[in-house]
Nanobody, 134 residues
Framework: QAQLVESGGGSVQAGGSLKLSCATSEAANSAECMGWYRQAPGKGYEGVAVIYTGDGSTNYADSVKGRFTVSRDSAKNTVYLDIESLKPEDTAMYYC???????????????????????????WGQGTQVTVSS
């Protein structure tokens, strides 16, 4: 059973930056898709960033392109989400998640607008809270 543990959340002012980390268990490390989704207060889940471990290609939600960067350090069994130019609308619980088999060689299905990422990812952590004040 894959285990994922997020860290790095916090309260920041708009325009600031954060780096979220996700420690992955050995069972999770074979996943082809590793990424992040979030849930803002009173809203549904939104896939924001994912990396295909086969070749390192990434996909992002339109709402975060240019500000969020997902990466993976396989030696440290860790997935990261670098967030820049934070906005109040980025306030959410952020979840690290994996999908064991990509669709073809693409993980983009996990960040499609309007789709529930929990229907694409197979395992996820408990989340880390990010709060952005204006």
């Amino acid at each position: 059973q894959a285990q994922l543990v997020e860290s790095g959340g916090g309260s920041v002012q708009a325009g600031g930056s954060l780096k979220l980390s996700c420690a992955t268990s050995e069972a999770a490390n074979s996943a082809e898709c590793m990424g992040w989704y979030r849930q803002a207060p009173g809203k549904g889940y939104e896939g924001v960033a994912v990396i295909y471990t086969g070749d390192g290609s990434t996909n992002y939600a339109d709402s975060v392109k240019g500000r969020f960067t997902v990466s993976r350090d396989s030696a440290k069994n860790t997935v990261y989400l670098d967030i820049e130019s934070l906005k109040p609308e980025d306030t959410a619980m952020y979840y690290c998640a994996v999908r064991y088999r990509a669709r073809g060689k693409d993980c983009g299905s996990t960040v499609v607008a309007g789709m529930n990422p929990q229907h694409e990812f197979t395992n996820w952590g408990q989340g880390t809270q990010v709060t952005v004040s204006s």
